[in-house]
């Protein structure tokens, strides 16, 4: 399994990325509604210039997302060697079983000792503050995705509307320059056939009419259907960039759905961990305290988060996790196999592969 780096250090780096891509993705949205066909520059050099920051975006933000997924991936980890620590202090270990063998006081003390030494709780605590963070990072930037996903999509409408229109008006002015150029040509052919000179002056003024209205709705299509070229050539880049985003808004909505099912997790360790050595700490945890994980610390609360209902909706989300990103949903070792606490006693741990899966 890949270990993850530092949490604190790589939320740090994200957040920072996180602002840089905030910045370029106002400019490609502002891009998009800027659109015009009254450019100043040749389509070919704005073309370039848009398509190599576009493109850089796209690339970005995709490293981000990777980025967000690292962390989630990263507190699964750590909750898992929680768990595993947890489960330690479910038995004896050998030095304490000798000491008993001379006083079980001793070694009730020992083991005591060993259990409130270890920085558990705080260490659960840490990880819902990191949970809360990280928690805040994605729900912000699924809200700003949504809202310049709205804008981009309704810009790009227009554009690709509009071209539909230049597309339509190419067809009639085609159409025309047809008639035109027949009508040029019937006339054409009457000239010297029928009536007399003064006549065939004035058919032959009629044909360089119709012929150069021909010409002038011909310089007119040309322009329209540079223009509906040049369009069509943006609308690929511009579509793009909105696909991307919708996709980013469904990234975000994967990794939020896993962090909080995960929280889920980290809660019902901790509510475990406080009936057993440590009374009175479930006060440590309120949803004015960590707001942006609210959701499952109200659950937690009421008493209602049950591992047997875990179960079901950890395993969905990890497959959904694990299709997203891959690179970020490897197999653990059987030793990181931890499920969660079993709050009946009977043994620390119970039969839930999903939840290191």
Not at 245 to 257: K, P, Q, T
Request: proline content about 4%; hydrophobic content about 45%.
């Amino acid at each position: 399994m890949r270990k993850p780096p530092p949490f604190d250090g790589q939320y740090e780096v994200a957040g920072r990325l996180a602002e840089s891509i905030a910045a370029e993705g106002a400019y490609c949205v502002a891009a998009i509604g800027a659109f015009s066909g009254d450019e100043t520059r040749s389509a070919d050099e704005i073309f370039i210039e848009q398509n190599v920051r576009f493109q850089a975006h796209i690339a970005d933000a995709a490293g981000l997302d990777a980025q967000l997924a690292e962390l989630v991936f990263a507190l699964d980890r750590l909750t898992a060697e929680v768990s595993a620590d947890l489960d330690s202090f479910r038995g004896l270990t050998l030095r304490e079983k000798m000491a008993g063998w001379l006083s079980r006081q001793r070694m009730w003390r020992m083991y005591t000792s060993r259990v409130r030494e270890a920085p558990v709780i705080e260490r659960l605590l840490d990880l819902l503050a990191k949970s809360d963070a990280l928690a805040r990072l994605i729900a912000g930037q699924r809200a700003l995705l949504t809202e310049r996903h709205k804008a981009a999509e309704l810009s790009l409408v227009d554009i690709v509307e509009q071209r539909r229109r230049l597309v339509v008006s190419i067809d009639i002015a085609r159409l025309k320059m047809k008639e035109l150029n027949a009508k040029a040509l019937t006339t054409q052919g009457r000239i010297g056939v029928y009536g007399n000179r003064a006549h065939w002056e004035q058919m032959e003024a009629e044909r360089r009419a119709l012929k150069a209205e021909a010409e002038r709705i011909s310089a007119g299509e040309h322009e329209m259907r540079d223009d509906s070229q040049r369009r069509e050539r943006f609308i690929g880049l511009f579509q793009a960039f909105v696909d991307s985003l919708n996709g980013r808004i469904a990234a975000c909505n994967v990794l939020l759905r896993k962090l909080m099912i995960d929280v889920e997790e980290r809660l019902i360790i901790y509510q475990a961990q406080v009936d057993t050595d440590r009374p009175g700490m479930k006060m440590r945890i309120k949803p004015e305290l960590f707001p942006d994980i609210a959701a499952p610390i109200r659950l937690f609360e009421k008493g209602m988060l049950v591992a047997q209902d875990l179960e079901r909706r950890k395993s969905r989300a990890d497959l959904e996790f694990a299709r997203r990103f891959p690179t970020y949903a490897e197999p653990p070792p059987a030793t990181l196999g931890a499920p969660l606490i079993d709050t009946a006693r009977r043994s620390f741990r119970f039969n839930l592969p999903f939840l290191r899966s």
